[in-house]
């Protein structure tokens, strides 16, 4: 077994004036049509954590994969402990102690902790598990977590599952980790506990490569910040300058080196995080736009189903439902949709009865699901742009006439959508699986904000997009505050604050409270998270979805 | 679906629904042009193997000391010459309904293996009541057992689709187990009621031959063939212009989008599965009307094994299958002769099939490395089959 970190372990006092790590030096990567790197330095130094930031399409993944051996450079140097070196497979990027821990999870659900370890592990026949499980207690008690070697990988909270990556990652004896957006499905606390095994890390003399969208992660993680626009570094901030500076400073800095000087996009969202509290607390004595009446639905595998779930939103209101991933959000969404069935209770839409009526007809009548799971189950990546985006109305007028598809108006009004949601694709007619993931989100606001809409329900629904989209999105919930209605799950609490009249929190399949929008919010709904547990918040939910 | 993990995927339909209009105006070239290009890569990718399959059976007879020029001009001979290709007409009538049932359900991306006990189950029913109907008029008679063979390959898969679409049972395997009690049943029906009293053979009463299919004026070829033609057509503008075709689609390359879009994914299984299984019953009486006129006990053409290669080959169009089935009718009933005359067993011709499938395979792997035409794989089967390229593939991934 390797040891734990490899190179010599961080002198604290002068890490600075030590060989990097890493050094990436004039690396340029061009695709045909975009030149993903344009001759991007990166200096990795152990014991810091260096933020990447920068929008979807910036390069930041460009980078990581050549790191990651994925990517051969068409020019530029990588030196390793100051050593050229050519990182020419991910196998040579795990031998040289590079790895990688990806936005989304790469564990295998019904493998235990210790299988999923081993699974990297092809150098011998025969699986050493007594020598993984030593390695990993050593790894645990260098994290300073508690991992149960023999509890399957799908039974774990989010938080817990991204601590084993993180071992993973190390698992063949680390020099550098690479994070990708580790934080996006992270409640506040797992954020928090993530931070403090960073800090660990550091400790041990790991250089940390950290990717994120969120700025005051950036600030208030990084030791070095780079931001990249466009396949150049656009700025970099040192250890000096991030001392020196309030984070507010900061955020209006990397804004600036993020978006250019251009006014529009250098104000949107800062002025938008600003006036996200006031507008809206008038509107929210509209009619009742839709009802959940003490209603049960099953969950399906691991995934909780809802508990005697009562809701009442107000058309003119965006209520917010706050919680953990994996408490029941999917079948909260999906039993207004009509995808999942009730066990008991009601759904009432518009004061009428909906527990029966189809998902179709639900959808006809203005009831409306923007999913989360975008690619598996929003749009047929076959299809084109402009069948996705009439899908919902499938079979029926004007589109369809007598059961026959009616090419010419589908393609007029998917044009005009396209136009007026700014869905960016060559043309209509591009399939849809060919956009990126923040123009299928937007696809997929067309399809179900138009035509009618009064009530939306969202369920993530600015998950893994660059902050110009997010704030689009976003304008686009609160624009449904004209007398239409939302609904707004999601993992992200401060998008919730930004956007909602008031918060519902969801926990186990319960809505244990709902919180006025306003100031303490966040404190109040962060309680309501952790209410009736006296230990720490990721052991409780471990035991429950153990339990379950 | 937890089931699309355990089930093989099947192509991606080549498809007018995806495929666009020429624009008018700019570009209307480069997009006319484009298309142009597609198609000819499919139509490479198509024949290819087909092309390819023949050499090395050439090969393959010369190495067996058989002349392969006197091999395929005899399949040339009792296949087309001489009125001949009427017969390989008349060979491709089941084989042409059955490949246009199966592209119906291949494109929900759901396997009816059941064809043969549909098939049979079908024959049997009309080779049975087909007696009891001498006195009815003939068009009504002929009507009656169509709709009747019809409905009894529909009927057999009843049982599969009702699990798949409340149990999501795989329907591999219980088409096929219907498949071999459909043939039993029908094997008992003919040796049991529909036996011909006056013979010791276990065989079904003769139709009489002024009580089967027409013929086109002119020629020999009973009308079953039109039938088929018809179908195939027909098919082809539902599955690509209408919103069952369109539903079939999306249920075929993405089942939780269907759900997700309101689509009704049980009854649209129900719906398939019965489409798919009388087509099948279709192929049943236009071959035992047209044709045969009686049935035998273990009499099981199989009609639906051979047809699987070219309904893959025709990447799920029902119309671009037709070649298909005429290439493999002549190929077939030219082959009896070159078979004979070649002293070899008709069995050889099953060879070709084989090699058409391999070379399909070939293709397909080479295809991918050079970005020659579309594939006839969904993406995540194509990604298994591609592991040399695996790294380069996940880079340009990555970099998305």
Redesign the interface.
């Known amino acids: 077994m390797p040891p734990l970190v490899q190179g010599e372990p961080a002198q604290l006092t002068s890490a600075s004036e030590q060989l990097p790590a890493v050094e990436l030096v004039g690396i340029t ?1 061009a ?1 045909p049509r975009v030149v ?1 790197n344009d001759d991007v330095s990166l200096v990795l130094r152990r014991g810091e954590v260096h933020c990447l930031l920068g929008e979807n399409g910036a390069g930041k ?2 980078l ?2 050549i790191l990651a051996g ?2 051969q450079p068409d020019s530029g140097a990588i030196r390793v402990d100051g050593r050229p070196t050519a990182i020419d ?2 196998r040579t990027a795990l031998d040289l102690g590079i790895g990688t821990v990806y936005q989304h999870s790469t564990l295998i659900g019904p493998l235990t902790v210790l299988e999923n370890l081993l699974l990297g592990d092809s150098r011998r026949l025969r699986l050493d598990f007594g020598g993984a499980r030593r390695r990993l207690q050593e790894f645990a008690a260098m994290l300073g977590v508690e991992i149960d070697p023999d509890s399957r990988a799908q039974d774990l909270a989010l938080g817990r599952q991204q601590q084993v990556e993180i071992i993973k990652a190390l698992w063949r004896g680390s020099r550098v980790l690479i994070l990708d957006e580790p934080t996006s499905m992270l409640t506040p606390q797992a954020v928090a506990e993530l931070q403090k095994v960073l800090e660990r890390l550091k400790a041990a003399g790991l250089a940390i490569v950290f990717i994120t969208h969120k700025l005051h992660e950036a600030v208030a993680l990084g030791d070095q910040i780079t931001v990249l626009r466009a396949g150049r570094v656009t700025g970099s901030i040192d250890r000096e300058q991030i001392r020196a500076s309030s984070p507010e400073e900061l955020e209006a800095e990397i804004v600036k080196l993020m978006f250019g000087d251009t006014t529009e996009a250098a104000e949107s969202p800062e002025a938008h995080i600003g006036g996200g509290g006031q507008t809206h607390v008038e509107a929210a004595h509209g009619e009742i736009a839709l009802e959940l009446v003490q209603a049960d639905a099953s969950g399906e595998g691991s995934q909780p189903g809802i508990e005697d779930v009562s809701l009442t939103l107000r058309f003119g209101e965006v209520l917010g439902v706050a919680g953990v991933d994996g408490n029941g959000q999917r079948a909260l969404a999906e039993v207004i ?3 999942r069935r009730l066990t008991h209770g009601e759904v009432r839409f518009m004061g009428a009865p909906v527990g029966k009526v ?6 006809r009548l203005g009831l409306r ?1 923007v ?1 989360d ?1 975008r690619l ?9 742009v402009s ?1 996705n985006l009439v ?2 109305r ?2 029926k007028p004007p589109y ?1 006439r007598g ?3 009616r ?1 010419d108006a589908i393609e007029r009004d998917a044009q005009m959508l396209v136009d007026r949601f700014g869905i960016r694709t060559p043309s209509v ?1 591009a ?1 849809a699986g060919t956009l990126s993931g923040g123009n299928i989100q937007k696809l997929l606001l067309a399809r179900d904000l138009s035509f009618d809409a009064k009530v939306v329900v969202f369920h993530k629904p600015t998950y893994g997009l660059d902050l110009k989209t997010t704030h689009a999105v976003r304008r686009m919930i609160g624009a449904l505050r004209d007398g239409r209605a939302a609904l707004v799950i999601s993992t992200d609490l401060d998008e919730l604050l930004e956007v909602s009249d008031r918060i519902a929190v969801l926990s186990r399949g319960r809505i244990v409270g709902i919180v006025e929008n306003g100031p303490g919010a966040a404190e109040q709904v962060g309680r309501l998270m952790i209410s009736d547990v006296t230990l720490g918040v990721r052991d409780v939910v471990d035991q429950e979805l153990q339990r379950t | 679906m937890s089931d699309s993990v355990s089930i093989p995927a099947q192509p ?1 339909p080549t498809d007018v ?2 495929a ?2 020429p624009r008018v105006g700019r570009g209307s070239g480069r997009v006319r042009s484009r298309r142009a290009a597609a198609a000819g890569d499919a139509l490479v990718r198509s024949l290819v193997p087909v092309i390819l399959a023949l050499i090395a059976g050439g090969l393959l007879l010369l190495i067996l000391g058989r002349d392969p020029v006197s091999f395929y001009s005899d399949i040339w001979k009792g296949g087309i010459q001489q009125g001949s290709w009427e017969d390989s007409a008349m060979r491709g009538a089941p084989l042409l309904l059955i490949a246009v049932g199966l592209t119906v359900i291949f494109r929900a991306n759901i396997w009816n293996l059941g064809y043969d006990g549909q098939f049979l189950i079908g024959a049997a029913l009309i080779t049975g009541i087909a007696p009891h109907l001498l006195s009815t008029p003939n068009a009504v008679s002929l009507v009656v057992m169509f709709l009747v063979a019809m409905a009894a390959g529909a009927a057999w898969t009843i049982i599969p689709a009702l699990l798949k679409s409340r149990y999501e049972t795989n329907e591999i395997i219980t088409t096929l187990m219907m498949s071999f009690i459909g043939i039993g049943v029908a094997n008992i029906l003919v040796k049991g009621p529909f036996q011909d009293p006056t013979v010791n053979i276990p065989q079904t009463r003769v139709i009489p031959l002024d009580h089967m299919l027409p013929s086109i004026p002119g020629t020999r070829i009973h009308v079953g063939v039109l039938v088929a033609l018809a179908a195939a057509l027909i098919a082809h503008f539902v599955l690509t ?4 075709g ?2 079939l ?2 249920l075929g ?2 089942p ?2 269907a ?6 994914v049980r009854r649209l299984i129900v719906s398939a599965f019965l489409v798919s299984g009388a087509l099948v019953g279709a192929a049943a009486a236009a071959d035992i009307l047209g044709v045969w006129g009686y049935m035998r006990a273990n009499w099981n053409p199989a009609y639906g094994d051979t047809v699987i290669p070219f309904v893959f080959l025709a990447r799920l169009n029902a119309v671009a299958v037709i070649p298909f089935i005429a290439f493999f009718a002549v190929l077939s009933n030219g082959g009896d002769l070159a078979a004979s005359n070649a002293h070899l067993p008709t069995d050889f011709l099953l060879v070709l099939v084989a090699l058409i499938l391999l070379f399909m395979t070939v293709i397909e792997y080479l295809g991918r490395r050079r970005g020659l035409g579309g594939s006839y794989l969904t993406p995540g089967l194509r990604a298994a089959l591609r592991v040399p390229l695996l ?1 380069r593939r ?2 340009s991934e ?2 998305r």
Request: positive net charge; glycine residues 10%; hydrophobic residues 40%.
């Open positions: 990567k695709f993903a993944s460009t990581m994969a994925m990517q497979s991910p949709s009509g995808q189809s998902v179709a007809q639900r959808e699901y999913t799971d598996g189950e929003g749009i047929v990546a076959g299809l084109p069948l899908l919902k499938i079979g369809w059961g026959r598809l090419r007619q399939r | 991606e629904i995806v666009q209009p212009r209408t919103a069952f369109l539903r689609h999306v390359s993405n939780r989008a759900a997700h879009i309101g689509i009704n790294r996940r880079a990555v970099c």
